[in-house]
Structure formats: structure tokens, C-alpha cells
């Protein structure tokens, strides 16, 4: 369901707000100019488990950027994180869980 009007079905994700809308609500509170360039993913997307990214919309996130703590699409690792280290998401995902799991067991 929409988090702003609670009765109608979301359609779209804000991936800034972090927030689900149905259509109406977020065209409106979306218009402003501040939030208009807000990324979007379809609740369709966000269900079948891809995930997008926050600056290049149209990209599929692939990696975990280990010094900005964040996950990041190609595009990303190219420009704005050329120079950081990073794993595969994947792979880093598999390290938090092995990590968590030694964390719950030890104490």
C-alpha cells in the first residue's frame, strides 16, 4: 500500500525517500523541484529483488563499494568510486552473513 495515502496500491519506490507511493501521490509530492529528480524503482523491480541505482537510474547495482560502505552499479565504480576498493555484492553479502553468524554464536 502507498506510505503517504494508505489506501491505495504502491507502484514506485523512491529510492531517496525510501518510500512506496501509488501513482497519484507520488506525481504530487513529487513535483516539487527538489524532489523531482528523485530515482524511482517499479514495485515489480523492487519485488523481484533487483536493485537500481540511486544515480544511474537505469543500472543494475552488482557491487559493494568497501569504503563508501554502499552499493554501487558499474557506472559508479568507473567514475565516482574509481579508486576505492570493492567486492562483488554477492560475495560481500556472503561475508556480512559469515560474519553475523560467528558474531551470534560467539556471544
Not at 65 to 88: A, R
Request: glycine share 0%; with cysteine.
Amino acid at each position: 500500500m502507498c506510505s503517504n495515502c494508505e489506501t491505495s496500491p504502491a507502484v514506485y519506490l523512491c529510492n531517496k525517500c525510501s518510500n512506496e507511493y501509488c501513482l497519484e501521490c507520488f506525481q504530487t509530492i513529487h513535483a516539487a523541484p527538489a524532489l523531482r529528480n528523485h530515482p524511482k524503482t517499479s514495485i515489480d523491480e523492487k519485488i523481484s529483488g533487483i536493485l537500481l541505482c540511486e544515480i544511474h537510474t537505469d543500472e543494475k547495482v552488482k557491487y559493494w563499494c568497501q569504503q563508501c560502505q554502499i552499493p554501487v552499479c558499474s557506472d559508479c565504480l568507473l567514475f565516482e568510486h574509481k579508486d576505492h576498493t570493492y567486492n562483488l555484492i554477492d560475495k560481500a553479502s556472503k561475508e556480512l552473513e559469515t560474519k553475523v553468524f560467528i558474531y551470534i554464536n560467539y556471544f
